[in-house]
Nanobody, 122 residues
Framework: QVQLVESGGGLVQAGGSLRLSCAAS??????MGWFRQAPGKERELVAA????????YSADSVKGRFTISRDNTKNTVYLQMNSLKPEDTAVYYCAASSWPIFARVRTAYDYWGQGTQVTVSS
């Protein structure tokens, strides 16, 4: 069965770094992305990547700090988060689609991970 398993979340102080991983199983995926949802806010797209590793989207709030990448030999996508800020605190979700999609269309993603908590203290 298809699964997206996230790991790497945790508690970090402002200015620190975390690396999130999303391991896919059951099939290979085309477009993959990272979303986040903070308390009291709607889910937002953070970054998205195409099947061959091309960056499709980066939110203005994370440009220069976060980098999305993927290793297709491991069927895994990563989110390297540097210079973390308290406003980055959220549950981070991995999302994937079986076919190429417009990355900013949230409903186009077919599969979602369970989410991993990232908490940044000031």
């Amino acid at each position: 069965q298809v699964q997206l398993v996230e790991s790497g979340g945790g508690l970090v102080q402002a200015g620190g770094s975390l690396r999130l991983s999303c391991a896919a199983s059951g099939r290979t995926f085309s477009t993959m992305g990272w979303f986040r949802q903070a308390p009291g806010k709607e889910r937002e797209l953070v970054a998205a990547i195409g099947s061959s590793g091309g960056n499709l989207y980066s939110a203005d709030s994370v440009k220069g700090r976060f980098t999305i990448s993927r290793d297709n030999t491991k069927n895994t996508v990563y989110l390297q988060m540097n210079s973390l800020k308290p406003e980055d605190t959220a549950v981070y979700y991995c999302a994937a689609s079986s076919w190429p999609i417009f990355a900013r269309v949230r409903t186009a993603y077919d599969y979602w991970g369970q989410g991993t908590q990232v908490t940044v203290s000031s």
